[in-house]
């Protein structure tokens, strides 16, 4: 069963333990989510691309 009292000590150690990224992670991190939606759009293209030879 679900134990409230767990999940409120549980989410606490958690808050306390995380922290805020600072511009330069942020920036990364910005980055790598950029490129990967770019990447995962020109693969999509290209499939698409040849499949309109195929088919």
């Known amino acids: ?3 409230f009292q767990e999940f409120i000590q549980s989410s606490t150690r958690i ?3 995380s922290r ?3 511009t330069k ?3 990364a991190m910005a980055k790598v ?5 770019i990447l995962i759009g020109v ?3 290209i499939v698409r691309f040849i499949l ?3 088919f």
Do not use: H, Q, R, Y
């Open 1 to 3: 069963m679900f134990d």
């Open 33 to 37: 989510t950029g490129l990967g939606i």
């Open 25 to 27: 992670e942020f920036s």
């Open 43 to 45: 693969i999509a293209f």
């Open 15 to 17: 808050f306390n333990v």
């Open 20 to 22: 805020k990224p600072d």
């Open 52 to 54: 309109s030879f195929v």
